[in-house]
């Protein structure tokens, strides 16, 4: 099984990027990711889904997520609440939410 860090780099750069948003079907913004220190992997792992699945997130798109956050996915369900980032992943997967992922440019 390959790590978190290995899959982030096989990822697409992001140095175009201030964040990342998530909205439901009305364009309201549920969670945002900022490019900073911290949030980067977590971002470009994101970014790298919305490229892969044409901006929708979906119980697909969040396995795969899931499956990139690598270990952090086991801790993620381990510790309720420590990784944000995995746990909307876990809420779009076990909810069926079907939501949008819009990169934002620099």
Wanted: charged content about 20%.
């Amino acid at each position: 099984m390959t790590t978190f860090s290995e899959n982030l780099a096989a990822m697409p750069d992001i140095v175009h990027l201030r964040g990342l948003d998530v909205c439901d079907n009305e364009n309201k913004v549920l969670h945002h990711i900022p490019a900073i220190e911290g949030k980067l992997g977590s971002l470009k792992l994101y970014h790298a889904l919305a490229q892969r699945f044409d901006g929708v997130l979906n119980a697909e798109a969040a396995e795969q997520g899931l499956a990139w956050f690598a270990e952090h996915t086991a801790d993620a369900l381990a510790h309720a609440g420590k990784h944000p980032n995995v746990d909307l992943l876990l809420r779009v997967r076990d909810e069926g939410l079907v939501l949008q992922l819009k990169p934002l440019a620099a």
